[in-house]
C-alpha cells in the first residue's frame, strides 16, 4: 500500500539537540547538588521525557523532587537560546521532497507539546507539518502507541498507509504499539543494534534513503 504519511520524532531524527539538552540539564543537576554528566551518556537516556531524563540521571525516585528538576529544566529550554541545536544534514531537503510527493508529515515528540512546538518552530518551521505534537496531559508517553493512533486519525490514514521515524528503541516500539512499520535512524542518539533489538523494520543512515521506503 502507498505510504500517505510520515511521522517523524524530534529531538536525534530531525533535530540534533544534544548539545544544548545536555546543557540545560548539567545546569540543572549541578545547581541541585547531583554530578553532571557527558553527552554520550545524555545519549543513553533521551528520548523517554523529561522527568525520566532526571530520574536516569540521578537514580532519584521522589516524584516531587524530578517535577522540581524538571520545571528547572523546562524554564531554561523556553528562556535560553539554543545555541548549539541544528537540523541534521539532509533533513531539509528530506521535507522539501516529501512536500512535493504529496506526503503529509507529522512529528511526535515525549518532549512537553509547548515545548516541541516552539522547536519545530524556531528549527524547522511549523507551518510545515500537518501535525505536531509533544506529550499532552490525557495521554500516555511513548512507547504507548495512543498518541501515535490519534495522530493517525487526524491524518485520515492508517496504520499501514505510515511509516514511523525515530532514533531511540522507545520510537520503534511506538510504532509497534501503532501497527506502524518502523524506520531507525542511525544518526541519532542510539545505535543499529538498539534500534533493531527495539523492532526496527528498516535502518537508514542518511535521510534520502527514506524516499526509496516510499
Known amino acids: 500500500m502507498k505510504v500517505k504519511a510520515v511521522i517523524f520524532d524530534l529531538d536525534g531524527t530531525l533535530l540534533d539537540s544534544l548539545e544544548d539538552l545536555s546543557c540545560f540539564a548539567n545546569e540543572v543537576l549541578e545547581q541541585n547538588g547531583f554530578a553532571p554528566l557527558g553527552l554520550e ?79 519545530v518552530e524556531d528549527f524547522v518551521g511549523g507551518g510545515r507539518f500537518d501535525r ?19 495522530l493517525l486519525s487526524r491524518l485520515g490514514v492508517g496504520p499501514a498507509e505510515a511509516l514511523f521515524v525515530g532514533d531511540t528503541q522507545t520510537d520503534m516500539q511506538t510504532a509497534a504499539a501503532a501497527g506502524i512499520d518502523a524506520v531507525g535512524v542511525s544518526w541519532g542518539f542510539r545505535d543499529e543494534a538498539t534500534l533493531r533489538s527495539g523492532g526496527a523494520k528498516h535502518i537508514i543512515h542518511h535521510p534520502k534513503e527514506l524516499l526509496g521506503l516510499l
Open 132 to 150: 505536531v505534537c509533544g506529550h499532552m496531559e490525557g495521554f500516555a508517553k511513548k512507547p504507548n502507541g495512543e498518541s501515535t493512533r490519534w
Open 41 to 119: 551518556q545524555f545519549k543513553s537516556i533521551a528520548g523517554y521525557g523529561t522527568k525520566e531524563l532526571f530520574q536516569k540521571a540521578t537514580d532519584v525516585n521522589e516524584d516531587a523532587l524530578l517535577e522540581k528538576l524538571a520545571r528547572q529544566y523546562l524554564y531554561l529550554y523556553h528562556t535560553r537560546p539554543q545555541r548549539y541545536s541544528k537540523l541534521y544534514e539532509g533533513i531539509e531537503q528530506l521535507l522539501q521532497d516529501l512536500h512535493k510527493l504529496s506526503i503529509q508529515k507529522a512529528i511526535l515528540s515525549n518532549k512537553p507539546d509547548g515545548l516541541t512546538k516552539k522547536c
